[in-house]
T-cell receptor, first 112, second 115 residues
Framework: KQEVTQIPAALSVPEGENLVLNCSFT??????LQWFRQDPGKGLTSLLL?????REQTSGRLNASLDKSSGRSTLYIAASQPGDSATYLC???????????FGKGTKLTVNP | GAVVSQHPSRVICKSGTSVKIECRSL??????MFWYRQFPKQSLMLMAT?????????EQGVEKDKFLINHASLTLSTLTVTSAHPEDSSFYIC???????????FGQGTRLTVV
């Protein structure tokens, strides 16, 4: 059974700091990995999608890496801003399926 | 990106009544949509896979007679919580992907409170 773990559960940083969020998964037979942002009481916004054959994806200040063999992904946020404050979720899509398995998320607070 | 619209965003209902939640793909057709439930400080848990024109596939432990799913068209799936109980209070979110393996797009979610 695929399990997704995210650490830390919560992170508080001063504005401008670079930071890394971690995601690990137990079964490497994934189709892709996706990072989402969730604001309180809201739905999910897709940030980055990495296919299983890819090593990383970048969008603006965000960079996500994937090491499928070790079951790890990281989300790097450069020059953090208060507007980045949210919960970040990692999810893997199982091979041969469209199902997503989610981690519990990392709650990020960026202090002005 | 593609847009998935979910309605209502919030609903309060009395125990024992039924509530319907709609999920629409606004600018693409989705043969498959997914319904998730999220309890406070927990992961999103997949409840069921909604298949256009056929029966939904439910995850283990999810009561299909309680959570009725209908996917009548390529752009609309509905989740009906029947005979709602306070323990059904949760955040329900739907998602859809254009094709398998593609980016998944999520609705805004529905906060259900059963009193």
């Amino acid at each position: 059974k695929q399990e997704v773990t995210q650490i830390p559960a919560a992170l508080s940083v001063p504005e401008g700091e670079n930071l890394v969020l971690n995601c690990s998964f137990t079964d490497s037979a994934i189709y892709n990995l996706q990072w989402f942002r969730q604001d309180p009481g809201k739905g999910l916004t897709s940030l980055l999608l990495i296919q299983s054959s890819q090593r990383e994806q970048t969008s603006g200040r965000l960079n996500a890496s994937l090491d499928k063999s070790s079951g790890r992904s990281t989300l790097y946020i450069a020059a953090s801003q208060p507007g980045d404050s949210a919960t970040y979720l990692c999810a893997v899509q199982l091979g041969g399926s469209e199902k997503l398995v989610f981690g519990k998320g990392t709650k990020l607070t960026v202090n002005p | 990106g593609a847009v998935v619209s979910q309605h209502p965003s919030r609903v309060i209902c009395k125990s024992g009544t039924s509530v319907k939640i709609e999920c629409r793909s606004l600018d693409f057709q989705a043969t498959t949509m997914f319904w998730y439930r999220q309890f406070p400080k927990q992961s999103l848990m997949l409840m069921a896979t909604s298949n256009e024109g056929s029966k939904a596939t439910y995850e283990q432990g999810v009561e299909k007679d309680k959570f009725l799913i209908n996917h009548a068209s390529l752009t609309l799936s509905t989740l009906t919580v029947t005979s709602a109980h306070p323990e059904d209070s949760s955040f329900y979110i739907c998602s859809a992907a254009i094709i398998q393996g593609a980016e998944a797009f999520f609705g805004q979610g529905t906060r259900l409170t059963v009193v």
